[in-house]
T-cell receptor, first 115, second 115 residues
C-alpha cells in the first residue's frame, strides 16, 4: 500500500531562515507526489507536484521539492521564510485503485514563522 | 474560474439530526471528490463522482452517509443520524483531468460540529 509520512507536526523558523519540511513515501510503483498548503479557514492549494519528469520540482511562492528515490523522500524547501508562509503543509501520494486516482495525505506539518 | 464553493461554512447540530452539505465545483470540471479532515490529520478520501456517476466510495462512508451529484454539476453530502464522531471538516474538490498527476482544486470546506 502507498503512504506518506511527514516528520514533525510543528516546525518553527525565523523570518528569512531556511524552511525544510520532511516527507517520506512508501510505494511499490513509481509514485506521483504532491505538496499542498492550507491557510487558516481556506481549502488546500497545490504547491507543486512530482510526476517523474524531473527530480527537482519548483512550485509556487518560492517552494521547491526534490524527489530522492534512494531515500524515498520528497522534502519541501524554501530558502527564505516569509511571514505569509505560516500555514499547514500536507504531503500526498496519488494512489490508483477502484475507479480513480485518490490522494493519500500525510498528517500535515504546521509551519510557524517568527519575526 | 470562481473556484470550488462549499456551503455552509460551519454547521452545528445535535446528535441524531440529519445534515446536508453542498459543493459547487468549478463549472467545467467533470470530476468531483469528497474528503473528510479531522483535527491533526490529513484529508481522507470519501467518495468520487465522474459527471453524475458515483464511481467509488470509501469504507469510511457508512450507510448513514449518502452523496449525490444530479446532472453532473453540484454535489450534496448528507449525513443521517449524526454522531459525535462525524465532527470534522468536509472538503470538496474538483478536477478536469484524468490521470495520477491531476490537480485537485479544493473548496474551503464545511466544518461540522455534532454536540
Amino acid at each position: 500500500a502507498q503512504s506518506v509520512t511527514q516528520l514533525g507536526s510543528h516546525v518553527s523558523v525565523s523570518e528569512g531562515a531556511l524552511v525544510l519540511l520532511r516527507c517520506n513515501y512508501s510505494s511499490s510503483v513509481p509514485p506521483y507526489l504532491f505538496w499542498y498548503v492550507q491557510y487558516p479557514n481556506q481549502g488546500l492549494q497545490l504547491l507543486l507536484k512530482y510526476t517523474s519528469a524531473a527530480t527537482l520540482v519548483k512550485g509556487i511562492n518560492g517552494f521547491e521539492a526534490e524527489f530522492k528515490k534512494s531515500e524515498t523522500s520528497f522534502h519541501l524547501t524554501k530558502p527564505s521564510a516569509h511571514m505569509s508562509d505560516a500555514a499547514e503543509y500536507f504531503c500526498a501520494v496519488s494512489v490508483y485503485g477502484g475507479a480513480t486516482n485518490k490522494l493519500i495525505f500525510g498528517t500535515g506539518t504546521l509551519l510557524a514563522v517568527q519575526p | 474560474d470562481t473556484g470550488v464553493s462549499q456551503n455552509p461554512r460551519h454547521k452545528i447540530t445535535k446528535r441524531g439530526q440529519n445534515v446536508t452539505f453542498r459543493c459547487d465545483p468549478i463549472s467545467e470540471h467533470n470530476r468531483l471528490y469528497w474528503y473528510r479532515q479531522t483535527l491533526g490529520q490529513g484529508p481522507e478520501f470519501l467518495t468520487y463522482f465522474q459527471n453524475e456517476a458515483q464511481l467509488e466510495k470509501s469504507r469510511l462512508l457508512s450507510d448513514r452517509f449518502s452523496a449525490e451529484r444530479p446532472k453532473g454539476s453540484f454535489s450534496t453530502l448528507e449525513i443521517q443520524r449524526t454522531e459525535q464522531g462525524d465532527s470534522a471538516m468536509y472538503l470538496c474538490a474538483s478536477s478536469s483531468k484524468q490521470g495520477g498527476a491531476e490537480k485537485l482544486f479544493f473548496g474551503s470546506g464545511t466544518q461540522l460540529s455534532v454536540l
